[in-house]
């Protein structure tokens, strides 16, 4: 069993479709995190959960909408999204959010297409 | 602004040919600096973490070295299977995401039989 699982791997969906990326991780680490990685850009932090509460939004639209229920399984909702949204959306735990030397170690990624 | 440039952007290698990847990085004080390996549509799986200049670590064909100013990925007789997309990231003393991390854009390594 992977350190962090990520379902769906692949996602299509209309500009007007409810979605959810779901990701849990076996790992016993208090911090998770959603990633966009698109092509030939570096991978772009989208939110930060330490210990189940957000502690970083950078600035991404509402239509991405992240849930943390426990520091076992991060979700991020899916509403309303734009062609340009089509990307890997990867997840990612460390063992604290940020501390030094804190290894991140990511999941398989889900591949959202939006038509 | 911290930054972190990759180079070469791609790369293509005979098997059994080293070679090297460079990661140059610009931060107020250096923290770690991470290599990451990511597969074609996976997520990137870690490969080290080096602190400070001088620093050395290996694995299996990999060698990671640092200095002030950059760190290399060096590849000694590849095979196929170490084609693959490697990342470099960097965390430094302040500033960065809360993740603390700072990534370049990848080195697209090929590696043919």
């Known amino acids: 069993e992977t350190g962090v699982t990520q379902t769906p791997r692949h996602l299509v969906m209309g500009m007007t479709n409810k979605k959810s990326l779901k990701c849990e991780q076996h790992l016993g680490h208090n911090a998770m995190y959603w990633y966009k990685q698109s092509a030939k850009k570096p991978l772009e932090l989208m939110f930060v959960?330490?210990?189940?509460?957000?502690?970083e939004n950078n600035s991404v639209p509402s239509r991405f909408s992240p849930e943390c229920p426990n520091s076992s399984h991060l979700f991020l909702h899916l509403h309303t999204l734009q062609p340009e949204d089509s990307a890997l959306y990867l997840c990612?735990?460390?063992?604290?959010?940020?501390?030094?030397?804190?290894?991140?170690?990511f999941g398989e990624g889900s591949w959202l297409t939006v038509v | 602004e911290d930054q972190v440039t990759q180079s070469p952007e791609a790369l293509r290698l005979q098997e059994g040919e080293s070679s090297s990847l460079n990661c140059s990085y610009t931060?107020?004080?250096?923290?770690?600096l991470f290599w990451y390996r990511q597969d074609p549509g996976k997520g990137p799986e870690f490969l080290f973490t080096l602190y400070s200049a001088g620093e050395e670590k290996e694995k299996e064909r990999l060698k990671a070295t640092l200095t002030k100013k950059e760190s290399f990925l060096h590849i000694t007789a590849p095979k196929p299977e170490d084609s693959a997309t490697y990342l470099c990231?960097?965390?430094?003393?302040?500033?960065?995401?809360?993740?603390?991390?700072?990534f370049g854009k990848g080195t697209h390594l090929i590696i043919q039989p």
């Open positions: 959960y330490s210990l189940e509460e957000r502690v």
């Open positions: 990612a735990s460390s063992q604290e959010a940020g501390g030094p030397g804190n290894t991140i170690y």
């Open positions: 990231a960097v965390r430094p003393y302040s500033g960065g995401g809360a993740d603390g991390l700072t």
């Open positions: 931060v107020s004080g250096l923290r770690g």
